[in-house]
């Protein structure tokens, strides 16, 4: 749009008027919709679930898992055990 122009072209005593665009209005977004309001509510339940299951898989078969899946086990029981621990609504 704001290209010269050459003077041999037809177009060069014309001047084209220069469109401002206006900034977009700002959307009205509701911000307490249900999915945004319950977003994330259940996630300490989730949290809570696969710490009681790899609880309880350790106490069953923990004496016979391979050395790096019990290890393994054992990571994952400490990283949930202080996740749901720092994290939550259930303190």
Not at 6 to 21: D, H, K, Q, W, Y
Not at 27 to 37: F, N, S
Not at 45 to 64: A, F, H, P, W
Not at 74 to 89: E, M, S
Request: charged share 35%; aromatic share 10%.
């Amino acid at each position: 749009p704001g290209l010269p122009v050459p003077l041999s072209s037809p177009l060069a005593g014309l001047t084209r008027p220069i469109r401002i665009r206006e900034p977009p209005k700002p959307k009205q977004v509701d911000r307490w919709t249900e999915k945004r309001a319950l977003f994330g509510v259940y996630d300490n339940v989730g949290i809570l679930d696969e710490l009681q299951r790899c609880i309880r898989k350790k106490k069953v078969v923990g004496d016979r898992m391979f050395v790096e899946d019990y290890h393994n086990l054992k990571k994952r029981i400490r990283f949930l055990y202080k996740r749901f621990n720092r994290y939550g609504k259930h303190r």
